[in-house]
């Protein structure tokens, strides 16, 4: 499945954005992107339902992004792959899609690609479609729930305008999931304590270029705790479609708006105050 690491956006202050006008991720509280944890839940559902499925989280993302992945772990995720390389610095849609789409490849034999509608960080709803049409997959967005997958048949149920739809597509296939479909489970206090030491490699920390690690022996004796993480090279990207040097958007500008109320009344709750402010509201062609 997509995941990704997103700024929490209800700690927006002045230095959000560099200069290039994308996000500084390192002044910003990352969180897991929570429309993708709404996914994370049908892809451990489908896993109960299909005995011998396995669910991976693939992120795209700085090293610390590699959280991600250990939370996913924490639910119930088998694995998990971190794309992390500067020259991912700075995507838009089109190449992070892109990248996810050549990672994708690489893992191969896949029969669900299932994500968030959108991040939160952004709210395009772009990524998900991209990668269907970047791999030539069958796509269906606005999930509240996969129903069952049966003889290569995804039964999804989706959210529509004016109300909801019950589709089938054959595997392979790309799934966006609404805010509003189930919320995923909790940590499982079991696996916390299997994977709280799992790690990618450029996360551990370096000094004067060797790796320095109290629990350096437990990768060695426990591989799990490696978690794969994969750069440019490693999934064979063109390094003039991933990044900067692969995103045509362009952020010309950055504002911080303030909202502020110009006047306010205070009513009571007579009748008259009432109806004068119906008039009001009325004559300003507020309601009506």
Known sequence: MLAKQVPDTRNVGKDAMTAEGTVNRAALPAIFNPEDLNALE????????????????????????????????????????????????????????????????KIGDVDIVIGGRQAIDG???QVGPQ?????????????????SVEDGIATIKRVIDGGVETVQAPLPVVITVNGSAAPC?????KLVMKYKRATCP?????V???TVD???HLYDERPYLTLNQWSVADVDGDINQCGLAGSPTKVKAI???????????????????IEGLIKELLSEKIIG
């Open 42 to 105: 049908q892809a451990l559902r489908l896993k109960e339902q299909h005995p011998g499925s396995t669910v991976g989280i693939l992120t795209m993302g700085p090293p610390r992004a590699g959280e991600i992945i250990r939370q996913g772990l924490y639910r119930g995720a088998d694995t998990g792959w971190l794309l992390t390389d500067r020259l991912f610095a700075g995507a838009d849609t089109l190449a992070t899609s892109y990248a996810l789409a050549t990672a994708i490849k």
């Open 123 to 125: 709210d395009t709803a």
């Open 131 to 147: 990668v269907a049409q970047k791999l030539g997959l069958n796509q269906v967005t606005y999930a509240e729930e996969v129903c």
């Open 185 to 189: 489970r909790p940590q499982n206090a």
């Open 202 to 206: 450029m996360e551990r920390p370096v």
């Open 208 to 210: 004067d270029g060797t």
């Open 214 to 216: 109290a629990y350096a």
């Open 255 to 273: 504002k911080n708006i303030v909202f502020q109320a110009k006047e306010s009344k205070t009513l009571t709750a007579s009748d008259a105050d």
